[in-house]
């Protein structure tokens, strides 16, 4: 093969270059850098090119820029550089097109819903945190230029703006779970993770509030009188049973055993299927319930036989009435484990019944027991003091 003609491009020859007659373009080499090219065209356009050979041989060519743009000292620098990106083993051109690839992270984040739409049971809250905080700071950002340092001030900041703590937390997590899945799908710019490493800064977000015998009779005559007719049956149950609340109000007769005295929740916040034992008090709510024709749910909306949206404005009307001010209706959950702790049930049976992934869960209700476990060492000291040497 005939070696290509070579020309000193110089600010001089450069100027000068037109493209041949009855061509689509003219190329002019560079005798000092290879494969540094000046590109000309009919139309009178010009624009400086590397020429190379990759890895595998294959023919590739990375445009420097228009002509004119940069100056000629700047245009041999940059081939230069790229240069010796390709003597060292490198392609340019594919590092380009890489660069190019990545995205900017609203199109990560909108996939990222996409799958929590079909996967997570909380799409709600990761799509408000998403729109609410994320987007509107990283969405126009490609992955690859977002930073660690970046995204730690960002979080901080988010903490002095007055964001509880927990929801710093949550946020910080919906964004580290967005890269994790990028780095599972393959994503250009995915390789790290910005948010990993960021150190999860230490809260108490545990608020206890139990309910005395007095307030549960005061919330359950408020319930009564609810002008939602299912709200005593919901507190009722969200008491007897400790389940969440969005268990019971998407609740099913089919997984309602009422002879066995056993619900099955075949879904729960922890990802398993668990039973819970239905009391005698539990199972009269449940006969006393209203039923609905060709509705499979236990407590719907009435109006629309589906489950309800929210109870928002008929729980806290109960709870005015009740005078629980501070009572949130997950409070009732913690109820029912202090009721059953201070009856002498034991924490495992507790957690048992809460559906508990682990013990730690159920290890924030321990000093409930405190007079059931002060009654066992008074037991244990009464049988000894029958003992001679004592």
């Not at 599972?184 to 490493?197: E, F, I, L």
């Not at 501070?326 to 049976?349: E, K, T, Y």
């Amino acid at each position: 093969m005939r070696a290509k003609k070579t020309y000193k491009l110089d600010a001089a020859f450069c100027r000068d270059a037109e493209c041949m007659k009855e061509r689509g373009h003219t190329d002019y080499y560079d005798s000092a850098i290879t494969g540094f090219v000046l590109e000309t065209r009919p139309s009178g356009g010009k624009t400086f090119w590397l020429r190379y050979k990759n890895a595998d041989g294959e023919q590739k060519a990375i445009r420097i820029a228009p002509y004119g743009d940069i100056t000629m000292d700047q245009a041999r620098k940059e081939a230069q550089r790229l240069r010796s990106i390709v003597v060292l083993g490198g392609d340019p051109a594919a590092e380009r097109d890489e660069k190019r690839a990545v995205p900017p992270y609203s199109v990560l984040a909108e996939q990222h819903l996409e799958h929590a739409k079909l996967h997570a049971r909380s799409f709600t809250t990761i799509d408000g945190y998403m729109r609410r905080h994320i987007l509107p700071r990283w969405g126009k950002a490609k992955l690859t230029s977002i930073k660690q340092q970046e995204v730690a001030k960002w979080l901080a900041e988010k903490g002095q703006e007055g964001l509880a703590p927990a929801t710093v937390e949550k946020i910080r997590m919906i964004f580290g779970r967005s890269f994790e899945l990028a780095k599972q799908w393959g994503m250009p710019g995915s390789d790290k993770n910005p948010v990993r490493g960021i150190p999860r800064k230490p809260f108490q977000n545990a608020r206890e509030r139990f309910l005395n015998t007095a307030e549960v009779k005061r919330l359950m005559n408020a319930a009564e009188a609810s002008l939602n007719p299912q709200l005593k049956h919901i507190v009722g149950l969200l008491l007897l049973t400790g389940a969440r609340v969005s268990e019971l109000l998407h609740a099913e007769w089919q997984h309602v055993d009422l002879e066995r005295r056993v619900w099955l929740i075949p879904m729960s916040k922890t990802g398993k299927a668990r039973h819970v034992p239905l009391s005698q008090p539990a199972l009269d709510i449940l006969n006393a319930a209203p039923r609905f024709d060709k509705c499979p749910y236990v407590l719907p909306n009435p109006e629309t036989k589906k489950p309800f949206v929210t109870i928002k404005h008929a729980w806290q009307t109960a709870r005015k009435e009740a005078v629980l001010p501070d009572l949130r209706i997950h409070d009732l959950r913690h109820s029912a484990a202090s009721f059953m702790i201070n009856a002498g049930i034991d924490l495992f049976a507790v957690g048992r019944v809460l559906g508990h992934a682990d013990h730690k869960s159920t290890m924030r209700y321990s000093h409930l027991a405190h007079d059931t476990l002060l009654a066992a060492v008074e037991a244990g000291a009464k049988k000894m003091r029958g003992s001679p040497r004592l």
